[in-house]
């Protein structure tokens, strides 16, 4: 899950990393009540899950709160790469000497914890990696060992920061950061730029802030941070039923029981010259509620051409699949085409109770590559 700017300072300040003050509004007016709170000229900042916000004007400084009305007019409702922008976070305008990137993430290859740290912040770090590779530190850490205090000064130097008072206040940055990534199990904490203000004050002015979905019932003041409403709505429908849903990029909508059947099916797909659109799984249940639930979530989808449905059947009974898959069709309208594919345990019972009903649009294939096969002709 993604976390909004706002919310990431938030977390930041809990780990004791200095962020400026601010406000969220959600109107002009708001955002001029918020700009007279902070006093002084404020930063008006569109709150959207994606970056390069600044290049498309949804970062502006306003010298007083009715400047920041005006701005706060002009960015709301701004599309930024397909963000609509619905809130906006003023801050307390900060001065800029200098600007430097710090981020800690995964390098999964390495198996450990990567912090990397730059004079060349402001910028998209992907461009710092690809024009300048020497400008960019990078330091892993070991994840029995944990973080050790010189770990932060051997970051500080590699990345060339030689002001003794900015390597102390980075320093503790680092360390901080550390700690915030573990104890809030995210993925990726980036602060693109941490300034140093005229008076040599080191602060995070923006936040990028990934944390691990998988870990947040651990968290239920982080998960309380989803945002509903910058989903869209089949990935709403999923959360709120429980299905596992992923969305991709092609015409194919796969349901299968099983990460690894699904991950295969989505490979014949590809073997076949077709392309999935999103995929289920429907673990190793695959009663009617579930098979109900998951295909109203693959319909809403509407990418989505054919359906597969591939089940291996271990605990999973086909013959229960098949009276979710008539289930489903009695209760919402699909349109598109349905392929099936049953193996396993009461394969032939399955078979036999589609045979029976034989919805119109159904078809039953003998093995996943006949159906892998049938669902992309018919996608087409
Ligand atoms: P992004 O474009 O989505 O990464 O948004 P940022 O929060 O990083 O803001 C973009 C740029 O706006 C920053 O790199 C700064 O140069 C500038 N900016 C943001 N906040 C302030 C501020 O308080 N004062 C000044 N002078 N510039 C700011
Ligand atoms: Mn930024």
């Not at 850490?141 to 973080?147: A, I, N, T």
């Not at 206040?169 to 993925?187: G, H, N, P, S």
């Not at 009974?317 to 008539?326: E, K």
């Amino acid at each position: 899950m993604d976390l909004y700017e706002y919310q990431g300072k938030e977390l930041f300040r809990r780990f004791g990393i200095p962020v400026s003050e601010g406000r969220l509004a959600t109107t002009p007016p708001e955002a001029r009540a918020a700009a007279e709170e902070i006093g002084g000229p404020v930063v008006v900042k569109a709150q959207v899950l994606t970056g390069g916000r600044g290049k498309a004007g949804g970062v502006k400084l306003a010298d007083d709160p009715g400047d920041a009305e005006q701005k706060a007019e002009g960015i709301l409702g701004l599309d930024i790469n397909g963000h609509v922008v619905r809130k906006l976070w003023i801050e307390s305008a900060s001065e800029i000497a200098k600007e430097y990137y710090l981020s800690i993430t995964f390098d999964r290859g390495a198996k450990r914890v990567l912090f990397m740290l730059t004079t060349e912040g402001g910028v998209e770090i992907e461009e710092v990696a690809a024009t300048k590779p020497e400008a960019l530190a990078r330091l892993h850490v070991d994840p029995l060992e944990g973080f050790q205090p010189y770990q932060a000064r051997r970051l500080i130097y590699g990345a060339g920061i030689a002001d003794p008072e900015e390597q102390k206040q980075i320093a503790k940055i680092v360390e901080q950061l550390y700690r915030c990534f573990v104890e809030t199990d995210a993925m990726l904490c980036e602060i693109n730029p941490l300034i140093v203000t005229p008076e040599g004050e080191v602060r995070a002015l923006d936040s990028k802030f990934t944390v691990d979905d998988n870990a947040l019932y651990k968290h239920p003041d982080v998960e309380e941070m989803r945002d509903p409403e910058a989903y869209p709505p089949e990935e709403r429908a999923a959360r709120e039923k429980g299905v596992t849903y992923v969305k991709l990029d092609g015409e194919v909508g796969i349901l299968g029981n099983g990460a690894g059947l699904v991950m295969s099916t989505l490979d014949v797909i590809a073997l076949v010259g077709g392309r999935p659109a999103n995929f289920c799984d429907l673990g190793g249940g695959g009663d009617a509620q579930g098979v109900v639930d998951a295909l109203e979530v693959i319909t809403a989808d509407s990418q989505v051409r054919s359906i597969l449905f591939n089940i291996f059947a271990g605990i999973t009974r086909c013959d229960v699949v098949a009276q979710g898959i008539l289930e489903a069709l009695s209760q919402i309208k699909i349109e598109q085409p349905i392929v099936v594919r049953f193996d396993g345990t009461n394969a032939e019972e399955g078979r036999q109770i589609l045979a029976d009903a034989a919805p119109p649009n159904l078809h039953v294939e003998p093995t996943m590559l006949d159906a892998a096969r049938r669902a992309v002709e018919l996608a087409a």
